[in-house]
């Protein structure tokens, strides 16, 4: 897929649609790319030999523009693994201090990495919302994506996480599953599976979750080489722009939510972030505003990419967009 803008825009324009950002609700934070997995479908290039990560300095300045931007509601990490970094923790703690909601992307074999042993509880303890991987309920399709071994470990951390409490009713601590295809397809209608994983992982492995968000596959860094490497880059491609779904757009996380990269650039979402397109278009780092509020009414730098998120049912940080679904996974 080519990170043109022209076909997306123009696909808006013939629905007489425009995107921009309205009143940002969400932070979302790439602590960088180190990870204790390497996934075959990973959009970010993550993995244990990476070392890009968040300095101190630069969450000390995010706490900074926090306390300046009175609209956020909620801080979400992201990353890699974004637990691995040092600053994780106190980042979390404080942006509660701010009276915040945390969400943490969480590949759940983190908990098991050594020097993690007491994550669970700290998680805990701060009230942080868990939006976890789950490609699968089947072993099978698991170990295929996220690597051999991975489907067993995910399920001792879901039963880790549901023996304090997440995901067990009347608890207050969420616990969220997140799949997304095991190929060159749209996901499912994320109710019909939901109401699937509940029922397998309950009557399977006993354990509870909140809700399943379904999320489409971006054509960006490892899973683009393996479309390309596969031959089949151009009708995923053709797939998505077909089921561009209109009424999707207004949904687009993009509008209430802006991206922070582990060395402290801006960006519209976490796709950009990897794609290197700057918020808006033009190149701003956290030193460069008083306020995320500044970004309020931005403009937004959209390319061919961004039909990853209108195709179907939509597709976001929080799973689908819309009921309207159009998904055959
Ligand atoms: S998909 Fe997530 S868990 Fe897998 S390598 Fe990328 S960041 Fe790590
Ligand atoms: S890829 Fe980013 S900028 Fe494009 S529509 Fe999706 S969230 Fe918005």
Not at 130 to 158: H, W
Request: hydrophobic share 35%; proline share 3%; glycine share 10%.
């Amino acid at each position: 897929m080519q990170d043109s803008k022209i076909d997306f825009d123009d696909k808006l324009r013939q629905y007489g649609i425009y995107v921009n950002r309205t009143t940002l609700k969400t932070i979302q934070i790439n602590m960088g790319k180190l990870c204790n997995q390497f996934c075959a479908h990973c959009h970010v290039d993550a993995g244990p030999g990476r070392t890009e990560i968040m300095s101190a300095e630069t969450a000390d300045q995010i706490v900074n523009l926090l306390t300046n931007t009175p609209s956020i509601e909620i801080v979400d990490f992201t990353g890699g693994a974004p637990e691995l970094n040092p600053a994780f923790r106190s980042l979390v703690a404080r942006s509660r201090s701010l009276g915040l909601r945390v969400m943490d992307r969480c590949n759940l074999t983190v908990l098991f990495v050594k020097g993690q042993e007491d994550l669970t509880a700290f998680l805990k303890d701060n009230s942080v919302e868990i939006v976890a991987s789950m490609p699968c309920y089947s072993r099978e399709n698991v170990d295929t994506q996220r690597g051999k071994g991975i489907f067993d470990k995910s399920i001792d951390a879901l039963r880790r996480l549901n023996s304090v409490g997440y995901g067990r009713e009347g608890s207050g601590l969420r616990l969220d599953l997140v799949y997304n295809p095991g190929g060159a397809f749209l996901p499912s209608f994320q109710e019909g599976l939901e109401k699937q994983y509940k029922k397998e992982l309950r009557e399977k492995f006993g354990i509870d979750f909140n809700h399943l968000y379904t999320i489409t596959n971006m054509p960006i860094k490892r899973w683009k080489d393996y479309l390309e490497h596969t031959g089949q880059m151009e009708r995923y491609r053709e797939l998505l722009i077909c089921a561009f779904n209109p009424e999707t757009v207004d949904s687009l996380m993009c509008r209430t939510l802006i991206s922070v990269g582990w060395d402290g650039r801006l960006y519209d979402c976490d796709f950009n972030q990897m794609l290197e397109i700057p918020i808006g278009g033009h190149c701003r780092t956290l030193w460069d505003i008083e306020s995320f509020g500044e970004f309020n009414q931005g403009s937004i730098a959209t390319g061919t990419h961004c039909f990853g998120c209108t195709a179907g049912a939509g597709s976001s940080c929080g799973g689908s967009l819309t009921f309207k679904g159009m998904g055959n996974g």
